[in-house]
């Protein structure tokens, strides 16, 4: 069974630092694409990161020169890296990757259960 399991939110004062991790596990053939999306109450899921097979990265303006997204391919780990933090980062993080499974046809997207993360004094 193919899973994205994430780690390292909690909370923390503004400007502080948070580094999430999302690891996928499983009979997994091919990783392509990993993002890092949030979500408040009330709000839609909105895209903060993206990184391709490829190594291309892209990031929402919010979040530019704040933030850096990074993977490790070996450990089938993406990393969110979260810098000089305010209270509207507070937010419910995912973590999604486009994964091919042993033996299946195409690439699915897969989803992470959610890691909180809020920006408080």
């Known amino acids: 069974q193919v899973q994205l399991v994430e780690s390292g939110g909690g909370l923390v004062q503004p400007g502080g630092s948070l580094r999430l991790s999302c690891t996928a596990s499983g009979s997994i053939r091919s990783i392509y694409h990993m993002r890092w999306y949030r979500q408040v109450p009330g709000k839609q899921r909105e895209l903060v990161a993206v990184i391709r097979s490829g190594g291309s990265i892209d990031y929402d303006d919010s979040v530019k020169g704040r933030f850096t997204i990074s993977r490790d391919n070996a450990k089938n780990t993406v990393y969110l890296q979260m810098n000089n933090l305010t209270p509207e980062d507070t937010a419910v993080y995912y973590c999604?990757?486009?994964?091919?499974?042993?033996?299946?046809?195409?690439?699915?997207?897969?989803w992470g259960q959610g890691t909180q993360v809020t920006v408080s004094l």
């Open positions: 999604n990757a486009l994964m091919a499974a042993d033996m299946a046809v195409i690439a699915t997207n897969y």
